[in-house]
């Protein structure tokens, strides 16, 4: 069982907008910023989002994050074939003293 | 740009201990801005954070592994290692090196190896 917790699903048609949560507590999201990680089929994560809504360089801005109060939130808009990949959250969790991760989402372009 | 490659066996025998090494390539490794570290991702299942170093020394680690892991950081080979003792068959994952860049703007998993799968069986 995760620290965060993440739908286990999500699913889009090209070009939509779809969101995915991400549900944590005091000791975690609620004092520490978000990250998001990307996680394409048979590779590495790549980080996505980090600071709760900071996008790295090279992130495309159809990518979003939020937060408020202890959850979190990824967007994509204007969704692609190419965006079918497991999303994991993450954070620094104050009471465990490291950090923790969501179960993933598992996105599908349909 | 940094690159990290994960080496190491890729079968251990319940019991023994796992070790991994990592060569960074392209950047520094000195800086106190950086950790240095591993991640974990049992077959089909989610992340699990091990642990990370910085160079100056601080170490953190997952409380629920502290007592079978260590991590070392060798600045003149540019290698951090991995060693988890006692391990069963729930320590088989596909093991990731990672930095973990903490600045104003960022303060995540930056940079990640190839990863490399290590299976417990005897």
């Known amino acids: 069982q995760s620290v965060l917790i993440q739908p286990p699903s999500a699913s889009g048609t090209p070009g939509q907008r779809v969101t995915m949560s991400c549900s944590g507590s005091?000791?975690?999201?609620?004092?520490?910023?978000v990250n998001w990680y990307q996680q394409l089929p048979g590779t590495a994560p790549k980080l996505l989002i980090c600071?709760?809504?900071k996008r790295p360089s090279g992130v495309p801005d159809r990518f979003s994050g939020s937060k408020s109060g202890t959850s979190a939130s990824l967007a994509i808009s204007g969704l692609q074939s190419e965006d079918e990949a497991d999303y994991f959250c993450s954070s620094w969790d104050d009471s465990l003293t490291g950090w923790v991760f969501g179960g993933g989402t598992k996105l599908t372009v349909l | 740009q940094v690159q990290l490659q994960e080496s190491g066996p890729g079968l251990v025998k319940p019991s023994e201990t796992l070790s991994l090494t990592c060569t960074v390539s392209g950047g520094s490794i000195s800086s106190d801005n950086y950790y240095w570290g591993w991640i974990r991702q049992p077959p089909g299942k989610g992340l699990e954070w091990i642990g990370h170093m910085r160079y100056s020394g601080r170490t953190y680690y997952n409380p629920s592994l502290k007592r079978r892991v260590s991590i070392f950081l060798d600045t003149s080979k540019r290698e951090v290692s991995l060693k988890l003792s006692s391990v069963t068959v729930a320590d088989t994952a596909v093991y990731y090196c990672?930095?973990?860049?903490?600045?104003?703007?960022?303060?995540?998993?930056?940079?990640w190896g190839l990863g490399t799968l290590v299976t417990v069986s005897s």
């Open positions: 990672t930095r973990h860049v903490d600045t104003a703007m960022v303060d995540a998993f930056d940079i």
């Open positions: 600071r709760s809504n």
């Open positions: 005091s000791s975690n999201i609620g004092s520490n910023t």
